[in-house]
Antibody, heavy 113, light 107 residues
Framework: EVQLVESGGGLVQPGGSLRLSCAAS????????MHWVRQAPGKGLVWVSR????????NYADSVKGRFTISRDNAKNTLHLQMNSLRVEDTAVYYC??????WGQGTMVTVSS | ETVLTQSPGTLSLSPGERATLSCRAS???????LAWYQQKPDQAPRLLIY???SRATGIPDRFSGSGSGTDFTLTISRLEPEDFAVYYC?????????FGGGTKVEI
């Protein structure tokens, strides 16, 4: 069974940082691109970033480019999202996603003073 | 950016009826890399269809996807009570990846 378990969310002030993690199991992690997708309260889904199976290629939405960094540790089957210079508009549930297999349950990030 | 337009915004149907959801792209989706997801309140999205027409593991065969290029369709042949939810399409063929705005299927 595919399992994606996010952690690291919480309340942070504008300008602050958070690091999200996603523990993957139930599939061959090293064979898949992985993504982060977010959903603001009551809103739709927005793609944030993706990383290739070996970690050599990364892409970002314009709204987070230069502030967020995606990475992965294939030895530990773990995906990360380092979020810096956070803004109020980054408030959302952040999902770890394998486009072809499934989604995690999400972790809430709240940016507020 | 590839804009995905889902229609209708809301679909009001009864159990047993057929649901047809549309997802139209502003430009051709490479390799027909389009997926459909179902989301219920306070739950994560659930993968239904990938590569436009491939059913995900464990998804009942009343769900089917079709289409290519810029026009895609999700069909639910006979609505079950648990199918009432919001449905999103996602294109992953072009950067940036983009989602449609969703179609709510309600009773």
């Amino acid at each position: 069974e595919v399992q994606l378990v996010e952690s690291g969310g919480g309340l942070v002030q504008p300008g602050g940082s958070l690091r999200l993690s996603c523990a993957a199991s139930g599939f061959t992690f090293t064979s898949y691109w992985m993504h982060w997708v977010r959903q603001a309260p009551g809103k739709g889904l927005v793609w944030v970033s993706r990383i290739s199976s070996d970690g050599s290629i990364t892409n970002y939405a314009d709204s987070v480019k230069g502030r967020f960094t995606i990475s992965r540790d294939n030895a530990k089957n773990t995906l990360h999202l380092q979020m810096n210079s956070l803004r109020v508009e980054d408030t959302a549930v952040y999902y770890c996603v394998n486009i072809l297999l499934g989604w995690g349950q999400g972790t809430m990030v709240t940016v507020s003073s | 950016e590839t804009v995905l337009t889902q229609s209708p915004g809301t679909l009001s149907l009864s159990p047993g009826e057929r649901a047809t959801l549309s997802c139209r792209a502003s430009q051709s989706v490479s390799n027909n890399y389009l997926a459909w997801y179902q989301q219920k309140p306070d739950q994560a999205p659930r993968l239904l269809i990938y590569d436009a027409s491939s059913r995900a593991t464990g998804i009942p065969d009343r769900f089917s996807g079709s289409g290519s290029g810029t026009d895609f369709t999700l069909t639910i042949s006979r609505l079950e009570p648990e199918d009432f939810a919001v449905y999103y399409c996602l294109q992953y063929g072009n950067l940036p990846l983009t989602f449609g705005g969703g179609t709510k299927v309600e009773i």
